[in-house]
């Protein structure tokens, strides 16, 4: 209760398509934003590293290891999707956000999602970091739980992982 | 900005003898209780579990597994110091909590740490769970960085997990 300045915090959200990123962006802005504060929300999505699918397409050639990976046709298909995917999910998040924060800033970038949230974490030297106790993106499966884990074990701010209530008579409060 | 209902939350933050579980309560009180709130912060210290050392006592004699584990004068020492700790732990938390947070419960269990935070954080229905990103109490050692994994994963309530600046300039924000 003492605490009347104005808080001025980076919060930092990783979203990603999944429903869990959503409701944990959500209880951030019903529970860690506070009223009248200067916070600043930073929204994060990490896309797929480009070198799971794209690394090879640079030149517009083929080489026989894009060959041996996908086809060009597939990599720009792949691309597209993934940067549909991005717009989508950040278009939400800022919907939701729209009410309850002042400022929103939001960040796209290609990597390990995990590579992706601790750097960023580091480099704007966010005051909390926020997220869904999931995986991440289209590489969710390969990663399912440990992006998490790994982010609460290697960002240096404090972290708070939100999971989905499975039935949960009120969801958010 | 649009929340004007104040918040009625159990925020449970779990203690221990650590600097980073106290810097963990101080993060929460200024960054998660929000003004007007009418928050519950719930304390919550687990001690060591008796079963480590003491399960053996309760008949007053030694019995053969007693002796093999430790003498009666040692269970007693022990388990005296073990209560000093937890009131000392939680004298300091209150202490703490007294100028910021409205209404402060106490709660000293015996356990595993993971499996006290998990147990109480369901029991009572947590809104959030707070905790340093490191083991606890005296058996710290054997569960090192793998109390917060546990309950992050356990819990159904989202977790906040705050480690302590190594060596920032200001401390707390």
């Known amino acids: 209760m003492a605490d009347v300045v104005p808080k001025e915090r980076k919060i930092l959200v990783a979203v990603d398509e999944g429903e869990e990123?959503?409701?944990?962006?959500?209880?951030c802005l019903k529970n860690v934003i506070s009223q009248n504060s200067k916070d600043?929300?930073?929204?994060?999505?990490?896309?797929?590293?480009r070198a799971v699918y794209s690394a090879l397409d640079g030149t517009g050639s083929r080489s026989h290891l894009q060959g041996y990976l996908f086809s060009a046709d597939i990599l720009a298909t792949m691309e597209k999707y993934s940067n549909d995917v991005a717009a989508c999910v950040i278009e939400?998040?800022?919907?939701?956000?729209?009410?309850q924060a002042d400022e929103v800033e939001v960040r796209v970038e290609?990597?390990?999602?995990?590579?992706?949230?601790?750097?960023?974490?580091?480099?704007i030297n966010a005051d909390v970091l926020v997220m869904g106790s999931h995986g991440y993106?289209?590489?969710k499966r390969a990663f399912l739980g440990s992006v998490s884990n790994h982010c609460?074990?290697?960002v240096k701010c404090p972290v708070l992982i939100v999971k989905k209530p499975k039935?949960?008579?009120?969801g958010t409060k």
Not at 92 to 99: D, N, Y
Not at 110 to 123: F, Y
Request: glycine share 4%; proline share 6%.
């Open 21 to 27: 990123s959503m409701y944990a962006l959500s209880w």
């Open 40 to 49: 600043t929300l930073i929204l994060l999505y990490a896309k797929p590293p």
């Open 92 to 99: 939400k998040a800022k919907r939701m956000c729209r009410e």
């Open 110 to 123: 290609s990597g390990d999602p995990r590579d992706v949230i601790c750097q960023v974490a580091e480099k």
């Open 137 to 139: 993106g289209l590489i």
């Open 152 to 154: 609460a074990q290697n």
């Open 167 to 170: 039935c949960s008579s009120s």
